[in-house]
């Protein structure tokens, strides 16, 4: 478990963009501020990226395993809420689950 609390988070300022396959919160239009907006259509990142996101495990709402067989996926934002900090969380019309920006793009 320790070793869990001192593993930083992917998309956290000292961590290499290219070193952990992430990217920043905030993406484009900064923290707080909807990166997608309800209705607008995401798709769901790849496998890999999701275990990624899985075992760093340091969110507000983590990912559950059965979220994985969502990867690559289409759907349209159901709702979008903000966490201290700029977290972005998503609900997808049609997929379970909460949905961190990281793991969403512009399909």
Not at 17 to 25: A, D, M, N, R, W
Not at 47 to 62: K, M, S, T
Request: proline share 4%; with cysteine.
């Amino acid at each position: 478990m320790l070793q869990r609390l001192l593993r930083p988070r992917a998309n956290w300022p000292d961590t290499d963009f290219l070193e952990s396959g992430c990217c920043v919160l905030g993406k484009t239009k900064g923290l707080n501020v909807a990166e997608f907006e309800v209705g607008a259509e995401v798709r769901v990142a790849d496998r890999d990226f999701l275990e990624q996101v899985l075992e760093a495990g340091q969110y507000h709402n983590e990912l559950e395993p059965e979220q994985l067989a969502f990867a690559g996926a289409v759907a349209r934002v159901k709702s979008v809420e903000f966490f201290h900090g700029g977290d972005e969380i998503y609900t997808l019309e049609g997929i379970p689950g909460v949905w961190h920006e990281e793991c969403l793009t512009a399909a």
